[in-house]
């Protein structure tokens, strides 16, 4: 028998799922609130979704410990890229700063996994799509973490906007309208809650729109 | 990587009001390329009673024989067809016979019951039985259906309705799994009548 020791374990998995979706004049962002670790829940009332900018927010699920440590270097980099420029950081270029600032540690990576919503150059509502080293895409609508697998497929069957999947990209904002979108939203956070166990509590939506940002609550299965 | 995952699979049963659905993928494929794309996964015991075999094609085809043959030797024995809970049971003990060598399957187990009430029924590989009333899914794809058929599921639906969510659950999931798709293979069973459609999907 070979002589074990205590090991520094420097990563742990929180759950949580996330999902965004973008109009053509509106950006919808959604995570549940709970926090768990194991069979352990730690909180029910824990946010995943954090404001980068004006008009740019991030959902994040994975480790919660690295996103906090993510939110805050972005955080810092964006105050100084408005002391250089004196204005808001784009979407777009929150998007690259963002997948920059994971690949920066692409051999001890933050075990983050995000979606990133806001308004592009035009006007128009975009979603980013990241895995934890910063691979990244711009989507009409993405879901990450515990419960993607459960939620993407109803996204691709009821957003009614061409699927990712498609060859060629084709620029995918959903028809749907606002309130449309929020209703999907909640449909499909009640039916990953069912059978994800990483996933529950409350569902806190973003949405973002000409008028600014409005948040919302709903109740999820608390078991 | 899974056995369970080397040939790829997605099976789907949903229950109506007096009727079921019982649908699957048709790809058969050895880890990432696809081989066959016409692979039955789904089989008919009796007029009213299928089962589908999700897991190592091979394995998933030997097990359909011991089945059929189990079930001629009931029918010789008895002069009847097999109730769909007794035909679960049988499946059950016949994996757990080889629990330490076992058959690579996930069984799901639809069929039309005395006065024509709906049973559906998944197992594991040796034979834990999980009776749902509502849809029992398997194989590959089955955390994406989990995700499809909770969301599109409602209970007593009309088997047009219930063969168009199926579908629709289905050919959603095998688009977001690798290793399942190219087309489906879907059975409506009502007291009266099995509906037998092909689905055509995705060809990648």
Redesign the interface.
């Given at each position: 028998m070979t002589k074990q020791q205590a090991r520094f374990e420097p990563y742990d998995f929180n759950g949580g799922t996330c999902v965004a979706i973008a109009g053509a004049d509106y950006c919808v962002v959604a995570a549940d609130t709970r926090m768990s670790t194991g069979y352990n829940i730690l909180t029910r009332d824990y946010s995943k979704i954090y404001k980068l900018a004006d008009k740019c927010m991030m959902a994040s699920s994975g480790f919660q410990a690295d996103v906090r440590a993510l939110q805050k270097v972005l955080g810092a980099k964006h105050l100084i890229y408005q002391h250089q420029h004196n204005k808001q950081m784009s979407c777009p270029a929150m998007a690259r700063l963002l997948s920059n600032t994971l690949y920066y540690k692409r051999f001890f990576p933050y075990y983050t996994f995000n979606v990133l919503a806001g308004f592009d150059e035009e006007g128009k509502g975009c979603v980013y799509t990241y895995d934890a080293v910063g691979s990244y895409e711009k989507v009409g609508y993405s879901a990450q973490g515990s419960g993607a697998k459960l939620i993407m497929p109803v996204l691709d069957n009821q957003l009614k906007s061409p699927s990712p999947l498609l060859l060629p990209a084709q620029d995918a904002v959903t028809p749907l309208s606002e309130s449309e979108a929020i209703d999907v939203v909640k449909d499909v956070f009640a039916s990953a809650t069912e059978r994800d166990i990483y996933t529950g509590d409350k569902l806190e939506i973003v949405i973002l729109n000409v008028d600014g940002i409005r948040r919302e609550y709903a109740e999820l299965r608390k078991d | 990587m899974s056995i369970f995952e080397y040939n790829g699979s997605a099976i789907v049963a949903m229950v109506g009001k007096n009727c079921f659905a019982i649908a699957s993928d048709r790809r058969l494929g050895v880890n990432l390329q696809t081989v066959a794309t016409d692979f039955q996964r789904i089989f008919k015991i009796h007029d009213k009673l299928f089962v589908g075999l999700s897991g190592l094609g091979s394995d998933a085809q030997t097990l359909y024989q011991r089945l059929v043959f189990r079930h001629k030797l009931y029918q010789l024995r008895e002069e009847r067809d097999m109730k769909p809970e007794t035909f679960a049971s049988l499946v059950s003990a016949i994996l757990y016979e080889k629990r330490f060598g076992p058959y690579f399957c996930q069984p799901v187990i639809a069929g039309l019951g005395n006065d024509d009430k709906p049973f559906i029924c998944t197992m594991d590989f040796i034979g834990a039985k999980e009776l749902a009333k509502d849809f029992v899914v398997a194989g590959s794809a089955s955390?994406?259906l989990?995700?499809?058929c909770?969301?599109?599921f409602k209970p007593d639906m009309e088997p047009d309705e219930l063969s168009e969510v199926v579908s629709?659950a289905l050919l959603?999931?095998v688009?977001?799994d690798c290793l399942s798709g190219w087309g489906g293979h879907i059975y409506i069973v009502t007291p009266d009548e099995v509906r037998e459609k092909i689905l055509k999907g995705?060809m990648d």
């Amino acid at each position: 028998m070979t002589k074990q020791q205590a090991r520094f374990e420097p990563y742990d998995f929180n759950g949580g799922t996330c999902v965004a979706i973008a109009g053509a004049d509106y950006c919808v962002v959604a995570a549940d609130t709970r926090m768990s670790t194991g069979y352990n829940i730690l909180t029910r009332d824990y946010s995943k979704i954090y404001k980068l900018a004006d008009k740019c927010m991030m959902a994040s699920s994975g480790f919660q410990a690295d996103v906090r440590a993510l939110q805050k270097v972005l955080g810092a980099k964006h105050l100084i890229y408005q002391h250089q420029h004196n204005k808001q950081m784009s979407c777009p270029a929150m998007a690259r700063l963002l997948s920059n600032t994971l690949y920066y540690k692409r051999f001890f990576p933050y075990y983050t996994f995000n979606v990133l919503a806001g308004f592009d150059e035009e006007g128009k509502g975009c979603v980013y799509t990241y895995d934890a080293v910063g691979s990244y895409e711009k989507v009409g609508y993405s879901a990450q973490g515990s419960g993607a697998k459960l939620i993407m497929p109803v996204l691709d069957n009821q957003l009614k906007s061409p699927s990712p999947l498609l060859l060629p990209a084709q620029d995918a904002v959903t028809p749907l309208s606002e309130s449309e979108a929020i209703d999907v939203v909640k449909d499909v956070f009640a039916s990953a809650t069912e059978r994800d166990i990483y996933t529950g509590d409350k569902l806190e939506i973003v949405i973002l729109n000409v008028d600014g940002i409005r948040r919302e609550y709903a109740e999820l299965r608390k078991d | 990587m899974s056995i369970f995952e080397y040939n790829g699979s997605a099976i789907v049963a949903m229950v109506g009001k007096n009727c079921f659905a019982i649908a699957s993928d048709r790809r058969l494929g050895v880890n990432l390329q696809t081989v066959a794309t016409d692979f039955q996964r789904i089989f008919k015991i009796h007029d009213k009673l299928f089962v589908g075999l999700s897991g190592l094609g091979s394995d998933a085809q030997t097990l359909y024989q011991r089945l059929v043959f189990r079930h001629k030797l009931y029918q010789l024995r008895e002069e009847r067809d097999m109730k769909p809970e007794t035909f679960a049971s049988l499946v059950s003990a016949i994996l757990y016979e080889k629990r330490f060598g076992p058959y690579f399957c996930q069984p799901v187990i639809a069929g039309l019951g005395n006065d024509d009430k709906p049973f559906i029924c998944t197992m594991d590989f040796i034979g834990a039985k999980e009776l749902a009333k509502d849809f029992v899914v398997a194989g590959s794809a089955s955390e994406s259906l989990y995700g499809a058929c909770e969301a599109l599921f409602k209970p007593d639906m009309e088997p047009d309705e219930l063969s168009e969510v199926v579908s629709q659950a289905l050919l959603a999931s095998v688009d977001r799994d690798c290793l399942s798709g190219w087309g489906g293979h879907i059975y409506i069973v009502t007291p009266d009548e099995v509906r037998e459609k092909i689905l055509k999907g995705r060809m990648d």
